[in-house]
């Protein structure tokens, strides 16, 4: 089973954040309706963090920052065995985590 991903997109200039702000970075509104974030994109960074809390099952986890087609930019984690920047990736959801014996979803991006 998957979940979905949300970003909030600004009801005053249609802005979408991810994550979510208080206040819409592009025109300081304050409402906000949900946004699914998801397509393709490109790697703009990414690195290996090993410094993970003692409960994760994995030795580490790739992150990424990818710009998606429509210009937003997001993190999440990269399912890549060879990264490279401005590599064509799309989106999407899956277990990131699993504490106390529940799922976490989470963004994540593997090869277009």
Do not use: N
Not at 16 to 29: A, E
Not at 31 to 44: N, S
């Amino acid at each position: 089973m998957s979940e979905a991903v949300y970003g909030a997109k600004c009801t005053a200039c249609g802005a979408v954040s991810y994550p979510r702000h208080l206040v819409c970075p592009k025109c300081r509104g304050e409402a906000f309706q949900p946004a699914e974030i998801g397509g393709e994109g490109v790697v703009l960074t990414y690195t290996d963090v090993y410094a993970l809390a003692i409960d994760y099952d994995v030795r580490y986890l790739r992150l990424a920052i990818v710009e998606l087609d429509g210009g937003l930019r997001v993190t999440g984690q990269l399912l890549d065995e060879e990264p490279k920047l401005g590599k064509r990736v799309r989106t999407t959801v899956g277990v990131v985590r699993e504490t106390a014996g529940k799922a976490i979803y989470g963004l994540q991006f593997v090869p277009a």
